[in-house]
């Protein structure tokens, strides 16, 4: 079965998953040319290692509670709070509380 992907100009509904967070996996939004977003899901205690994006890349925590680890300092990321890397920026993601994040890369052409 093919991923949904949103079209242009169709609504996505990114609002807290609340008691469904638990049951929740990482899903895709959109993937073109120039930008991918991904609805992100990374439950408590899991860790997303070290890794590099070919993109710039924006993290909006939805809801719950990270770990945003960067090459000097880590980031205590929760509801409401945003951020962006630079292109390559290596960074990890470890989950406190399970959580929702919206994440998109602009990828580089």
């Given amino acids: ?14 609002r807290p998953l609340g008691q469904d967070l638990k049951y929740a996996k ?9 930008f991918e977003a991904i609805r992100l899901i990374v ?3 899991a860790n997303i290692p070290p890794h590099q994006v070919s993109g710039t ?4 925590c939805l809801e719950g509670r990270i770990i945003l680890g ?11 709070q945003w951020v962006y890397l630079d292109c390559g920026a290596k960074h990890s993601v470890r989950g406190v509380e399970d959580s929702s994040l919206l994440l998109t890369i602009l990828l580089e052409r």
Avoid at 1 to 14: F, G, S, Y
Wanted: without cysteine; aromatic residues 0%; hydrophobic residues 50%.
């Fill in 1 to 14: 079965m093919a991923i949904h992907h949103a079209r242009a100009e169709e609504i996505v509904d990114l």
């Fill in 70 to 80: 960067l090459v000097e300092r880590e980031l205590e990321m929760s509801a409401g």
């Fill in 26 to 34: 990482t899903s895709a939004i959109v993937k073109s040319t120039i």
């Fill in 43 to 45: 439950h408590a205690g």
């Fill in 57 to 60: 890349v924006m993290l909006h």
